[in-house]
């Protein structure tokens, strides 16, 4: 049988990763090695956006984020009420504002 590695892990995170970034949207696409994450932050009214942080993972390890997510989410909900889905909300994408001009 195999012995797991039960030593701590050690993980450092600089002031700036720290800072995160904000996204409302991802874009997921997979080849047969790996999985592409590309959170944008898209803004109403504006045409363009930009890719804030790519994320290329082994296709184990998309997997294992996806249980941890839906355990996080399971855990959320017990203790905030349930999370309204997208498709249920009716809300304008320009959120009731101007569309925005530079």
Known sequence: MEQQNTAPLNIEISEEVSE???????????SHAEF???FVNVMP??????????I???????KRLMKAIAENVQKFESA?????????????FNFGGPPAQA
């Open 20 to 30: 995160g970034q904000y996204a409302n949207l991802v874009i997921i696409t997979h």
């Open 36 to 38: 592409v994450l590309d």
């Open 45 to 54: 009214g504006t045409p363009k956006s930009k890719v804030k942080s790519r």
């Open 56 to 62: 290329i993972m082994t296709p184990f390890h998309a």
């Open 80 to 92: 905030h009420g349930a999370i309204q889905d997208i498709e249920t909300v009716e809300m304008p």
